[in-house]
């Protein structure tokens, strides 16, 4: 099965900095690579996805970067809010008939004013 | 919000009970896929319903059963709870042929 690690699993920034989370899988035939934010008392929220044939996507302040040599992802968050302050979680997907992602164990992002 | 709810928000069991968990989907989407995330982890796939039948099963053992109804709604059924049952449950609805998973709440079980 798919092997999904995450780092760092904690990540302090100042109010402004940026913060990059990288994701590693194993599985090759992966080919949709999604990032979630959980807020506390909430379910994952999907935040941006990338398909395995672009290298990049940007939306706003995030950007997800894709290497399918190396076989990993990172998420980019740019000008950090306090708001952003959550639990990242990187969840790619192995194809096959159904949907089963599997998660990494989450990156805890602190944004301080 | 996504158009996803749970119900109950939050539960409490003793050993050996059983337990119902409810979600309903947004309209339209055709898949459920079911999520057991203990503290502090990752959501781990439980399993997912595809047109009221299993389409896929992670490694959680039979007394952790599903349902899915003809209005796309569906239930996770727990027999025989034990302690480590203990976790957060979510739901994600899905369109088949899309990727985007669009996750409940969840519900919060305890077992005592």
């Known amino acids: 099965g798919e092997n999904v690690e995450q780092h760092p699993s904690t990540l302090s920034v100042q109010e402004g900095d940026s913060a990059v989370i990288k994701c590693t899988y194993s599985d090759s035939a992966s080919n949709y690579f999604p990032w979630y934010k959980q807020e506390l008392g909430k379910g994952p929220q999907l935040i941006i996805d990338i398909r395995s044939n672009v290298g990049e996507k940007k939306d706003q302040r995030i950007a997800v970067t894709l290497n399918k040599t190396a076989k990993h992802f990172s998420l980019h968050i740019t000008e950090t809010q306090p708001e952003d302050s959550a639990v990242y979680f990187c969840?790619?997907?192995?194809?096959?008939?159904?949907?089963?992602?599997?998660f990494g164990k989450g990156t805890l992002l602190t944004v301080n004013p | 919000e996504t158009g996803v709810t749970q119900s109950p928000t939050h539960l409490i069991k003793t050993r050996g009970q059983q337990v119902t968990l409810r979600c309903s989907s947004q309209s339209g989407h055709n898949t459920v896929s079911w999520y057991q995330q203990a503290l502090g982890q990752g959501p781990q796939f439980i399993f997912q319903?595809?047109?009221?039948?299993?389409?896929g099963r992670g490694n959680f053992p039979p007394r952790f059963s599903g349902l899915q109804f003809p209005n796309y709604s569906s239930e996770l059924n727990v027999n025989a709870l034990e302690l480590d049952d203990s976790a957060l449950y979510l739901c994600a609805s899905i369109i088949q042929g899309a990727h985007e998973q669009f996750f409940g709440p969840g519900t919060r079980l305890t077992v005592l």
């Open positions: 969840a790619p997907w192995g194809g096959g008939s159904n949907y089963k992602l599997t």
């Open positions: 319903y595809y047109r009221e039948e299993e389409n």
